[in-house]
DNA sequence: AAATAAGTGGACATTGCGTCCGCTTTGGGG
DNA sequence: CCCCAAAGCGGACGCAATGTCCACTTATTT
């Protein structure tokens, strides 16, 4: 995991203990989240390559390799702000998001929370798509546990196996596809809407 | 698509029009897909290169390109015959796999059936991993039509976007996760059996 | 057995990756 | 205010894999 980092600069909280961050440093972070971000807006997201960040952030190699293994690590820094207050509302935010309403409306809201996140940084979304290393993310062991919790919550059997089948039509690739055929963001809440609760309950 | 082969030799089944194919190039179509065959489930599928498979199969890489682009249609070349099996059943097979059964316990057969075929070619199917291409598939294609006529008979609404989150799970990453992290076959097909009848209709 | 078309295979150019290390910048201490 | 240790920088380098090209070999046809 990375270290906490604050909303849009992307900037490392700070902490006791460890030096502050070079001014220098700072400036070229900010370089390279910029020019990342736009770059993977403006084409495929997936064909984007270290070297065109850092050629387009005009900073080196090395110092991009400093701080981000890859790509995908730099499409997380991006993403990681907006899933980061999504969880936040998950937690403490009000019902149905949040904690007080039934599993099944939970999880519906969950779902469409998610399509919005998905639909608004798709391309984020897509440039940090991992195919694998996805599940090692901390944000889907977070998805994980809340559907996990939903479910045990309302007693269903396998809750373990039916957490990652409910998250896999979240997957960039799924939702990305679904959006290239002409389905709209509606038409896929909807979906996933009866998906909750054919799963939960028999929403009454 | 590639032309249509014959099972298990992978080589094209004859038709008119076209000669017929030479003899050394049989022989070492068949040498590529063999060691092709035990280089995917040696190690890790994903990690099998062009390079890797001609020397093990002892041919040129000019000769691997000749037939196919990439380590990705190699695995799908391999897979193809199962996935012709199981789709002669949907179509013609009994029921409650082929056609006469209710849909909501097609559905649940179905997936029965995906995760029976997932399991056994776990490494054919990494290996075959393509991300977003997965969907430009002919199988895939396929899978979505079945689910999708599947969800019509039964009058559910947004069969389109449920089609494809319906099979989202099946995607061969999520299997093999769930795998990874101790789930055995029986209990995601019993996770995927109460999706499949909480979709479709509150089973009797 | 000659003609020809199909098939072969390795050398090559290219691209992206990730590392390494000499140089530059920063900012706290004297 | 200036010095200098340490943090940061960035381009050159070696590597691995890709996909193409074409002179050569092999199969098939007559």
Redesign the interface.
């Given at each position: 995991m990375e270290s906490r980092t604050e909303l849009l600069t992307g900037r490392p909280v700070e902490e006791a203990g460890r030096p502050r961050e070079r001014a220098d440093a700072a400036r070229n972070r900010a370089k390279v989240l910029a020019a990342a971000a736009e770059l993977f807006a403006a084409r495929d997201p997936?064909g984007v390559t270290m070297d065109d960040i850092a050629k387009a952030a005009g900073v080196g190699r090395g110092t991009l390799y400093r701080r981000y293994p890859d790509t995908v690590s730099i499409a997380q820094a991006l993403l990681d702000e907006h899933e980061r207050v999504l969880q936040e509302r998950l937690l403490r935010g009000d019902p149905p998001l949040g904690p007080g309403a039934p599993p099944a409306d939970r999880l519906a809201a969950f779902y469409a929370a998610m399509v919005e996140l998905l639909d608004e940084h798709i391309s984020l979304v897509l440039g940090a798509?991992q195919?694998?290393a996805?599940?090692a993310t901390g944000a889907y062991g977070f998805w994980r546990a809340h559907v996990r919790v939903l479910l045990a919550e309302a007693a269903?059997?396998?809750p373990?196996?039916?957490a990652?089948?409910l998250l896999?039509?979240l997957?960039p690739?799924?939702y990305?596809?679904?959006r290239r055929?002409g389905?709209t963001p509606e038409?896929?809440t909807?979906?996933?809407t009866?998906?909750a609760h054919?799963?939960v309950e028999?929403a009454g």
């Open positions: 997936r798509e195919g694998a996805r599940y269903i059997p396998e373990d196996a039916l990652d089948i896999a039509p997957g690739d799924v990305a596809e679904q055929r389905l038409q896929i909807a979906a996933l009866r998906l054919g799963i028999r």
